[in-house]
């Protein structure tokens, strides 16, 4: 595999799914296939589990890596051909990129929406110029559009959790604060729609996510009826999408209570704010995955980095 920006890399999802599974069993066993290499991760915003899991990962797989918190650290980069760099740009995608290739065989990028200008954030920028412009393989480490790492997590623990052949999973929208991406949403309904599970979303009048991604799989407005029957129950706030970054609603009956998630397991990505998104003894149940989610990140990160270490 050359890159991992979406989950739309992932071939043959059984397939991986059996193979990360493999790796979390024997983290160790592929531990020469990366020596002498190097990872580097580039980060544009603030990260706890992504940068070291994704660090972990290539440890186990007996890489070097080199971290750097862009977003702070980096010169400010321009992106854009032809511009006339006098004002806050100090180097260009062209040439960053191209140093970055030549310390590093493997590099993730990070690279959050800005959720003021959906073109601007839809055109991936950050993403799509290291791509163009680096010789080396990219990971996406959580773009504007899509956290294919976190969904990869999210499908081993619904495999490794589920107790029918096809489990009922419910993504809902939860009250946050301040206006958050879409990038995880849009990954986990991606790789729902190619598990065997029975996947719907709810959500208050006005979050509706792009069409393009729900597509086919229904969306319920009530939350107490979506979630009726549940096996696995995704918390994710988002920021509305049509009105582009916007946080129209806190509504605080829109967070998970012990009550609402019944007999279901509970997911979420992480970081989480308690008592906003989910009630904090939830998060204390034996109900809740979100540790196991987390440790899994190592292991979708290792089965990511193996793949390109084996296509080098
Ligand atoms: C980010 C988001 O919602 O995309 C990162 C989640 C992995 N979350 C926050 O900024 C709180
Ligand atoms: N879930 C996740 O990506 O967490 P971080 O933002 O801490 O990396």
């Not at 969306?219 to 946080?247: M, P, T």
């Amino acid at each position: 595999m050359k890159n991992y920006t979406s989950v739309n890399d992932i071939t043959h999802l059984a397939h991986w799914l059996n193979e990360a599974g493999e790796l979390k069993n024997n983290p160790q066993k592929y531990r020469h296939l990366g020596s002498g290499k190097t990872l580097g991760m580039l980060f544009f915003n603030n990260s706890l589990r992504t940068r070291l899991s994704t660090q972990k990962a290539a440890l186990n797989l007996g890489m070097e890596v080199m971290v750097m918190n862009f977003g702070k650290e980096g010169w400010a980069l321009e992106f854009a051909d032809g511009t006339i760099m006098d004002g806050e740009s100090a180097e260009h995608i062209r040439e960053a990129a191209r140093v970055v290739s030549q310390y590093c065989d493997i590099l993730g990028i990070r690279a959050f929406a800005g959720l003021k200008n959906k073109l601007e954030d839809e055109s991936e920028k950050v993403l799509h110029g290291f791509l163009e412009h680096a010789s080396i393989p990219v990971v996406n480490l959580e773009s504007s559009l899509g956290h294919p790492l976190q969904a990869l997590a999210d499908a081993m623990t619904i495999e490794e959790y589920k107790t029918s052949k096809r489990p009922k999973v419910v993504l809902t929208w939860t009250p946050h604060p301040r206006p958050l991406p879409h990038a995880v949403a849009n990954s986990f309904i991606r790789m729902m729609q190619r598990m065997p599970v029975d996947l719907c979303i709810t959500h208050p009048v006005g979050y509706e996510l792009n069409n393009r991604i729900v597509g086919d799989t229904p969306v319920i407005n009530d939350q107490n009826q979506a979630l009726k029957g549940a096996d696995f129950v995704y918390a994710k706030n988002w920021s509305s999408y049509e009105d582009y970054g916007s946080v129209l609603s806190t509504d605080p009956s829109w967070m998970i209570s012990g009550e609402k998630l019944g007999t279901a397991s509970f997911m979420h990505c992480l970081p989480v704010r308690r008592n906003v998104v989910v009630e904090g003894a939830v998060l204390e149940s034996g109900q809740s995955l979100v540790i196991e989610q987390a440790n899994n990140r190592t292991f979708a990160a290792q089965l990511v980095l193996k793949k390109i270490l084996e296509s080098l």
